[in-house]
């Protein structure tokens, strides 16, 4: 368990599954008691380079900082920078204090290309900023990324060397309190095992039948079933986020249609987008108020999710409708089976930058945060009665499996007692289990190095509890194991 300062430093951004309590301390007189290093050795480390190339550790103030820690919103200096684990969203706030240091460490592979990805997602807001920097303080390009209050992915490509620590820098241009959500994708990391989804938006997917909201940020769009019309409303000059995904087909094309259902207005607005916040097409789809329909046709790759932005031209209240038209799946023509759509088609993932609990305990170390991260989760199961819900715990690869197992479990049985108690959500819906790490089907970090030494970036990523539904097949095979 991360019993030093830096690891609670990042208390404001996030709630932490901690990892079990294990007893490997001999890698670095440095580490915490699950034999994981802290984020404050890290930093320090890299920024103390003296000129011979050595390391040194700094611990000065250690104490001092552990009995502050609860105080602080993330990083305030480089020193200090929270360590972030690699292909994990994680969702902050900016403060009025100053900007925040977060820092993150490249993989094995040589000269791999990293991509920052982050979304402001709070309107009427100056623009969130970034900047990378390594640990001499020299930045590593010539721009601030900068993402507006639109809800557009902003995306920086930065081509790094292996093992290298770096450190980012956000801050909010006019001062602005601003919630976002920061991500670090590794595109040369080798995923095993089961898919989970970071956001409930993204885990819930497209059902046909079911209510669809528009989001006010491209993280939060509503997801959108092929062949199923949609109706909305637009006003009040603020744009609309929804979103679809590609079936099984390979580079297929599909066609976005949507119609201005309002005379008398300017053009109703539509642009697809990646998820890195790139456009998929040169132009602009406009429908105007005709009421003819306009359609943008993209070839597209199969099992990926793009993201619609909507918006009235002229900040008129327009109602319009909107379609994503794609192929017909092999096998599909004159299938009679039904089968009832999952609660969570991708299992969703609370993982250390979402929940935090208290070291080696069950105790949320800010129950009203965690209720905050837990709301949409609630919502999406209290809204379908009908589905059983399963919570699995998992931790990070230290202490005994046995040891785990119980932590992970106490930890998944604490969000159900939240979900019950907080939001009405029935005890009976609910199951809990814990996995600990020798039982996870799930992609994991890789928290030991080659040498067997803790990564504790990585073992961030580890240490979370999934929500699924308990009919999807990846619940039942644990429940039977």
């Not at 105080?71 to 684990?85: E, F, H, I, K, Y």
């Not at 670090?184 to 938006?201: F, H, L, M, N």
């Not at 979402?354 to 965690?370: I, N």
């Not at 080659?450 to 509890?465: C, D, I, L």
Request: contains cysteine; aromatic residues 8%; hydrophobic residues 35%.
């Amino acid at each position: 368990m991360k019993k030093t300062a830096a690891w609670i430093l990042t208390l404001t951004l996030v709630l932490t599954l901690a990892a079990c309590g294990g007893k490997n301390t001999s890698d670095t007189s440095s580490q915490g008691a699950d034999g994981s290093q802290s984020t404050q050795d890290v930093s320090s480390q890299e920024s103390s380079k003296p000129d011979n190339g050595s390391l040194t550790v700094v611990n000065d103030g250690l104490e001092e900082m552990e009995a502050q820690a609860e105080m602080l919103r993330g990083g305030t200096n480089q020193n200090d920078a929270v360590l972030l684990p690699l292909n994990t969203r994680l969702t902050g706030k900016t403060t009025q204090d100053g900007g925040l240091w977060y820092a993150f460490t490249t993989g094995t592979a040589e000269n791999a290309t990293y991509r920052i990805t982050t979304v402001n997602k709070t309107l009427d807001t100056g623009s969130l900023c970034l900047r990378i920097y390594d640990a001499y303080g020299e930045q590593t390009h010539s721009y601030t990324l900068k993402a507006d209050q639109a809800g557009r992915a902003s995306t920086l490509d930065l081509e790094l060397p292996s093992s290298t620590t770096y450190y980012i820098y956000i801050w909010a241009e006019k001062g602005d309190l601003i919630s976002y959500s920061l991500i670090i994708r590794d595109p040369e990391e080798q995923k095993t095992g089961y898919a989970t989804a970071g956001s409930v938006s993204e885990s819930v997917g497209a059902v046909a039948g079911q209510e669809i909201s528009a989001g006010t940020n491209q993280d939060d769009g509503g997801m959108i079933p092929l062949e199923t019309q949609l109706s909305g409303k637009v006003s009040n000059g603020q744009g609309q986020w929804y979103a679809f995904t590609t079936n099984s087909v390979e580079n297929a094309t599909y066609e976005v249609t949507t119609v201005n259902q309002t005379p008398g207005t300017g053009d109703f607005c539509l642009r697809v987008y990646d998820m890195y916040g790139e456009p998929m097409h040169s132009y602009t789809l406009d429908a105007d108020q005709s009421g003819k329909a306009a359609t943008q046709s993209l070839k597209l790759p199969p099992k990926t999710t793009y993201y619609i932005y909507v918006w009235a031209e002229k900040k008129d209240t327009i109602q319009y409708t909107l379609k994503i038209h794609g192929p017909e799946e092999p096998g599909a023509a004159g299938s009679v089976t039904v089968e009832e759509p999952l609660v969570f088609e991708t299992p969703f993932e609370l993982n250390s930058t979402q929940v935090m609990f208290v070291a080696d305990k069950a105790d949320f170390l800010d129950e009203a945060a965690a209720k905050e991260a837990l709301k949409p989760v609630a919502d999406v199961i209290l809204a379908h009665p009908d589905h059983p819900i399963l919570l699995a715990g998992t931790t990070a690869t230290d202490g005994t499996q046995e040891e785990c197992v119980d932590l992970s479990n106490r930890r998944a049985a604490a969000v159900k007692e939240l979900l019950v108690n907080a939001f009405g959500v029935p005890e009976s819906q609910l199951q809990s289990v814990g996995l600990g790490y020798e039982a996870d089907p799930f992609v994991r970090g890789q928290d030991r190095d080659a040498n067997g030494k803790f990564v504790e970036s990585e073992g961030a990523k580890n240490r979370r509890v999934i929500v699924m539904d308990a009919n999807d097949p990846i619940a039942q095979e644990l429940l039977n194991a």
